[in-house]
């Protein structure tokens, strides 16, 4: 192969990523683009806490992109760049659709369309980042790689996030928290543990989880599972905190929001485990 | 440490102490948590909603005034679709009368709002209550 056709093909493998990003964007955010809650919160949410949330995604998509990356990544340096990819892929998305859908005017102030877009480009260009890993066939899936233990958290990190972002600024999540008795959040919170490690270690899916047969099956639970449900209220008070729905409320009214949503979040954390 | 290997992971059966620490630091802050909620749900009553509102301040607008105020709610259930009834008064007069609908009211908690009105609250009674709500 002349030197020409080595870049040409490279060329429409990187387009192709390019592509598959935009698919992973619109999978994965449009539920969010369409939330009536998440334009309100782009014009409405305290500024402090959107400049936060954009600067927390910026190490997540960083080290997304270095375990799935758009390309095979080697070094940060090149993650970091593919993060910076699906960054821009997310802001460029959520533009198109919500002027598409007719979200953003003319005649709107600067710092509502800034703000819709920039509220929408974060969980759009985590979605562009899992395109990849999700739409892509992967060719390299029969290789050993070893991920250290805050790795692992930090993924169990990122799926909570993920799913979080799609629930937490919904009116529902209040509502549910508002409606329940603290004997539902037991149950709930009993029920986000015992899925959580359920799905990961003894439902068979690929992608799932093993023990060597010496170890016993608690071994994990404590390891991996019981810190992946804290990783995961962690990041459901966080996702609270930036959409203003803590403010003012009691500890206990606080915690039954948090449990809720723990389930869902604990759920990601889980599916991250999974598929990344 | 997780090995991965055809898809598959296989957690590390000798794992660095950290792991342990970490996991049992978890177990103790979900028992905690537990343990918390479970004292509660035996323990607090659900009482109905019980609403208060105190006047935080008068402040004069570009087109009127602004009465802000502060719903708190004592009771261990959320009120939803509270109404507030604003009224100025001058003696046995009405001068005006405004309402507020705050979407809920936690239990425990506490919202802020603020009713519009016309007129000069200064000189007059102004009356602000909650007038009904519904469960959420």
């Known amino acids: 192969m002349t030197r020409a056709e080595g870049d040409k093909d490279e060329f429409n493998r990187f387009v192709t990523g390019l592509g598959r990003g935009v698919a992973g964007a619109l999978f994965l955010a449009l539920p969010m683009l369409m939330t009536m809650e998440m334009w309100y919160l782009g014009f409405y949410m305290a500024r402090e806490r959107l400049f936060l949330l954009l600067l927390l995604n910026i190490p997540l998509l960083i080290l997304l992109a270095h375990r799935i990356g758009f390309e095979k990544t080697f070094s940060w340096r090149e993650a970091t760049r593919d993060a910076a990819i699906a960054y821009g892929i997310g802001i460029l998305t959520s533009l198109v659709v919500l002027t598409a859908l007719g979200l953003l005017r003319g005649g709107m102030p600067a710092s509502e369309l800034v703000g819709k877009v920039a509220l929408q480009s974060v969980p759009a260009s985590i979605g562009a980042m899992l395109g990849r890993s999700q739409l892509g066939h992967s060719e390299d899936d029969a290789d050993t790689r070893e991920t250290s233990y805050p790795g692992e958290l930090l993924l169990m990190a990122a799926g909570a996030l993920f799913l979080s972002l799609n629930i937490a600024p919904t009116d529902e999540m209040m509502v549910l928290a508002y409606k329940m008795t603290i004997w539902h959040a037991l149950v709930v919170s009993l029920l986000s543990i015992a899925l959580m490690h359920g799905f990961v270690y003894a439902v068979s899916f690929i992608g799932g989880h093993e023990l060597s047969p010496q170890t016993p099956w608690w071994h994990a639970f404590v390891r991996f599972t019981l810190p992946g449900y804290v990783v995961a209220l962690a990041i459901s008070v966080l996702a609270l905190w930036i959409f203003e729905r803590l403010d003012d409320s009691s500890p206990v009214e606080i915690m039954l929001s948090v449990i809720v949503l723990g389930f869902p979040a604990a759920l990601g954390a889980a599916a991250a485990r999974l598929i990344l | ?136």
Do not use: C
């Not at chain 2, 049992?24 to 948590?33: E, N, P």
């Not at chain 2, 936690?106 to 519904?134: C, H, M, Q």
């Open chain 2, 1 to 136: 440490m997780t090995r991965s290997e055809q898809g598959r992971h296989r957690e590390s059966h000798d794992p660095h102490w950290i792991e342990w620490l970490t996991g049992l630091v978890s177990a103790l802050l979900i028992a905690g948590m537990l343990g918390w909620i479970g004292w509660e749900a035996f323990t607090r009553e659900a009482t109905p909603p019980d609403l208060s509102i105190v006047v935080l301040a008068t402040e004069k607008t570009g087109a009127g005034y602004r009465v802000t105020f502060d719903i708190a709610n004592s009771a261990t259930t959320t009120a939803a679709a509270v109404t507030v009834l604003g009224r100025l008064t001058e003696g046995e007069k009405i001068v005006e009368e405004n309402h507020v609908i705050f979407d809920y009211v936690a239990a425990e908690s506490k919202s802020t709002g603020a009713l519009l009105f016309a007129n000069d609250p200064a000189g007059r009674r102004v009356e602000i209550r909650a007038a009904g709500y519904t469960d959420p």
